[in-house]
Nanobody, 124 residues
Framework: QVRLVESGGGLVQAGGSMRLSCTTS????????MGWFRQAPGKEREFVAA????????NYTDSVKGRFRISRDYAKNTVDLQMNSLIPEDAGVYYC?????????????????WGQGTQVTVSS
């Protein structure tokens, strides 16, 4: 069974940086896709970024392009999300998730394995 554990959340000032990490309990490259989502209070869970294990292809939501970077490390079985130039709108609970379908990479419903989430707070 695939188990995902996020780490690295906390409080940061606007304009600052934070790095989130998602550790898997087994090699998940065979599943194909790892994604990061976030959910702010009162809002739906939204797609942030995703990476395809096989070749490192990435996909970002427009609001984070140029500021966030997703990466994978085979040796550590981790997927990281480097977040720079953070703004208050980036705050929320960040989740990593696993999927098998790159064609629907931005759809939360296509991800069937989720971590417990880590809180990111951005102060203005």
């Amino acid at each position: 069974q695939v188990r995902l554990v996020e780490s690295g959340g906390g409080l940061v000032q606007a304009g600052g940086s934070m790095r989130l990490s998602c550790t898997t309990s087994e090699r998940t490259f065979s599943r194909g896709v790892m994604g990061w989502f976030r959910q702010a209070p009162g809002k739906e869970r939204e797609f942030v970024a995703a990476i395809r294990w096989r070749d490192g292809t990435t996909n970002y939501t427009d609001s984070v392009k140029g500021r966030f970077r997703i990466s994978r490390d085979y040796a550590k079985n981790t997927v990281d999300l480097q977040m720079n130039s953070l703004i208050p709108e980036d705050a929320g609970v960040y989740y990593c998730a696993s999927s098998t379908d790159w064609r629907l990479v931005r759809a939360p419903a296509e991800y069937d394995r989720w971590g417990q989430g880590t809180q990111v707070t951005v102060s203005s």
